[in-house]
């Protein structure tokens, strides 16, 4: 049981120019969700998905975007990168999308994206 | 809004200390709360849970009580070993179930 795979674990972009992080999980879970974490500032949600076809806006969506055409995979994508996006990208999913299921989240092991 | 507060790091012990990592919440209703960690090169995983005021989760030797009067969810472990350096993070759900984040407290042991 694979878990949550992302890819790539490690990109170098230039500014301007665009990529997708990929992110598949093996556990049919209803919820996908995007994190970046920045030193001292925690896990900031992107984007996040109760099921194939609905997403939805975090706390932080501008210069992201996420589609969700199947259960298994929810892709992240820069438009435009900017050196701001410089950060370590996390997808995470669960097994319910309310109550006590929608909380307890299987990690990636991460995308660690910097912009020059 | 719904916010964490854990204390800031690093926080470097020798090996068989007692560990305390404060987290301190403010929420509105009745959060679950949650410890997650995270080992170096690896994402987070859940550590421990409590979903109700004075229940106390527990995992791995690592404890934490759910304390509504003080607001707070202090992580505690009463003989650290080098294989617990790692990064804990202190959430709590909001009112759409989303998680709110604490900043992580980086914890060091040494042998």
């Known amino acids: 049981n694979a878990g949550v795979t992302q890819t790539p674990k490690f990109q170098v972009l230039k500014t301007g120019q665009s990529m997708t992080l990929q992110c598949a999980q093996d556990?049919?879970?209803?919820?996908m969700s995007w994190y970046r974490q920045d030193p001292g500032m925690g896990l900031r949600l992107i984007h996040y998905s109760v099921g194939a076809g609905i997403t939805d806006q975090g706390e932080v969506p501008n210069g992201y975007n996420v589609s969700r055409s199947t259960t298994e995979d929810f892709p992240l994508r820069l438009l435009s990168a900017a050196p701001s996006q410089t950060s370590v990208y996390f997808c995470?999913?669960?097994?319910?999308?309310?109550?006590?299921?929608?909380?307890?989240?299987?990690f990636g092991a991460g995308s660690r994206l910097t912009v020059l | 809004g719904n916010s964490v507060t854990q204390m800031e790091g690093p926080v470097t012990l020798s090996e068989e200390a007692f560990l305390t990592i404060n987290c301190t919440y403010t929420?509105?209703?009745?959060?679950?709360l949650f410890w997650y960690v995270q080992y170096p090169g690896e994402g987070l995983q859940l550590l421990l849970k409590a979903t109700k005021a004075d229940d106390k989760g527990s995992n791995k030797g690592f404890e934490a009580t759910y304390r509504k009067e003080t607001t707070s969810f202090h992580l505690e472990k009463g003989s650290v070993q080098v294989s617990d350096s790692a990064v804990y993070f202190c959430?709590?759900?909001?009112?759409?179930?989303?998680?709110?984040w604490g900043a992580g407290t980086k914890l060091i042991i040494k042998p």
């Open positions: 959430a709590l759900t909001d009112s759409n179930y989303q998680l709110i």
């Open positions: 929420a509105t209703g009745y959060p679950s």
């Open positions: 556990m049919n879970h209803e919820y």
């Open positions: 995470a999913s669960s097994s319910g999308t309310k109550g006590y299921g929608a909380n307890v989240l299987t």
